[in-house]
């Protein structure tokens, strides 16, 4: 059975950091797309960053640019975002995905919260 599991959310101030990981058991992830994506209360999941299988590219939507970071160790089978300068606005459920098939994943975590007062 696969599994991705998500932990290293929480609650931080604005301008605070957390790191987010993501452990995959069940099957390998190396060779494929692995990315990260939230959910704020009452709107639609959206794209945050993805990492080739590689590592060597790096994708961001641009509300985090600069502030966000996604990487990978295909030997622990785990993706990890550090999170710097934190907004109230990237308060959400955090989530990654693994193998992208078409526009979406076909495996996804279960989530977790983080919260940035302001």
């Known amino acids: 059975q696969v599994q991705l599991v998500e932990s290293g959310g929480g609650l931080t101030q604005a301008g605070g950091s957390l790191g987010l990981s993501c452990a995959a058991s069940?099957?390998?992830?190396?060779?494929?797309?692995m990315a990260w994506f939230r959910q704020a209360p009452g709107k639609e999941r959206e794209y945050v960053a993805s990492?080739?299988?590689?590592?060597?590219?790096?994708y961001y939507t641009d509300s985090v640019k600069g502030r966000f970071t996604i990487s990978r160790d295909n030997a622990k089978n785990a993706v990890y975002l550090q999170m710097d300068s934190l907004k109230p606005e990237d308060t959400a459920v955090y989530f990654c995905?693994?193998?992208?098939?078409?526009?979406?994943?076909?495996?996804w975590g279960q989530g977790t919260q983080v919260t940035v007062s302001s």
């Open positions: 990492i080739t299988w590689t590592g060597r590219t790096t």
């Open positions: 995905a693994a193998e992208r098939s078409g526009n979406t994943y076909k495996y």
């Open positions: 069940g099957r390998t992830f190396s060779g494929h797309t």
